[in-house]
DNA sequence: CGGTAAACGAGACGGTACGTCTAGTCTTCCT
DNA sequence: AGGAAGACTAGACGTACCGTCTCGTTTACCG
């Protein structure tokens, strides 16, 4: 949850109703996948919540915000389990990924999302703070390629990983590739 | 060029001011690396550029084409010599990918393009006739990761690519783990 | 008409929609006496005149402006013919006062405006230009008592100035008074 | 003091602090003078007083009751006394009239009370209490014109009356127009 | 002396209006 | 016909206030 004051604190004042907060989070996902993040809006999401605009304003300081946590719950960055064999653990990675940015909410928040996070330090530190506790561990090179090629791949020939023939065998592809090079 | 009509057609009328459209583009480039993707607006390009909104909508059906066309000039989207050897041509590929993206106004324009290409059909195919030159004869997946690396890299920690010692390093370390595999 | 460019000036660009301000400003007069001055929104006026607050803030600096112009149209504020007796001007000219502030649009607009008047150097000018052809060459402080004395019955006791046995026996009483003073 | 209940009540439960009246009273005559009727809000006022917008809305229904209240305290609205001339007794008015609503405090808010006071009848009620007492006796033509002239010449022209040669200068004219008629 | 009732501060609640901005289109005159 | 200028509809933006409420706490009176 992305309030304002970080802190437990004390509450002082009339306490946050906390099913706004659910029945916002849920609007959010469901007008994501309906009519997609550039056509999401605070009114619509405040409309379908049946909440204002300014209960919205006062939790999240931007949409953008808003749909990081709707896109990203806890369930989906949790951390995965680890054998040691590079070859179980780096296809483990890939398609953990690829199903993470597979979920149809995350898919239609992340391309958004991209845009969104060079713009707002604080979104990227919100981003990555949900993600480092799954990614604890991992070079950084080894992340960049196999998120980015889950993340490129969705962008640019999102058909073939819907499928099931084709998206078993770019894992695959994916997965050899970052275990035994291309000379292989 | 991308004009609301693609065919030569025959001039009829008073033909296009070829200098409005380079005055456009060089405004746009400036104001992508000024103001970002997220600021731009139509009367922003106009006013720079010493023309009005209308001259605008006559030539581009958006501002993502706008912006698609004016980061990425022909310059930088040419194909590169390839030598045969995996090693030499994937560094070459990894470097080239990172320098198309770091060039500042692309770096400017990339995020907000790779949202904008996700809800338009027509820029997505513009987007894939501009590279298609430069990147044929490459296997779909080697160019998620070369090119989803670089992305995703300049997304998270562009810090790590602007300067010396640690972008070759990145370029270095992506080059052996695309080559040798994680397991060397 | 308050037009943010006072000069009559050579239009340049797309001429404003004269059938824009008809409609604007009937209906404003109409939801002056519907629902009052304190709740007339910019978003209602446009809404019942079928277009859109931009276009208003186009025409009018504020609702103050819009309301004024709606509520004192040029036919309440003509001059009126005199005869050279005082007493029979004194009685005209509070006839007229009390006309002109009974008219059920300016009765709902006169007390909001009285407020906005103080706070908006812009709009006293504005009422002031309005007023100054009906009332050429009265001395102030007589305009003080028959204008005041109309305005201020209006706001306290309006029960006597509506039907007529006591309209008439007041509009008497005060042409009696400024005629002759208390002493008679 | 205006409370919801007007009953002396059997005082159960805490009772209020009056310094929090005395404080609001003063929080709101300053800020009358200093941001005017149209920019007071409850929140200036109760963060000025040092106290909450909760313990306002306890005491006053309204804004324009708290300010009608601030405004006219009862120093401001004793009685006059009377000689029984005619000319004395008009120059007293008159004179009257022009201190109580030229006292700053007043002059802040008597435009905007105006404006309330044709909304809200209970303020109306509030009003006509308030100066019943100084104004007992006097017909209401009389007084209409003499409240009305004073109330008008300060919204049309401050000016004259802030400054010594021409206030006492309109105040005579006044009082001779009342006294013996525009005929003399 | 404990219970009750209403005050207190703090701040969120649902609403509503504000004034501005942008998108995309249209209309006018001019070249 | 294209260009320049600017008005058009439509609707999102972020902010401000309103009047109410829900807390946790404090202060008086009452039994």
Redesign the pocket.
Known sequence: MITQTDAPEQ???????GR?DEAVLRATAELLVEVGYADL????VASRAG?????L??RWP??AHLVHEAAFPQSLTAPFPRTGDPATDVRTMVAGALGAFAHPVARAAAPGLVAAVTADPTLHSALLARFSEALGGIEQPLLDLIAGAALFALLLHPGDLDAEPTRTAWTDRITALLTEGVTA
Chains 1, 2, 3, 4 share one sequence.
């Open positions: 509450a002082s004042g009339r306490p946050r109703d706004i809006t605070w009114a619509k909440t204002t605009r300014p209960a304003y006062r931007s949409l």
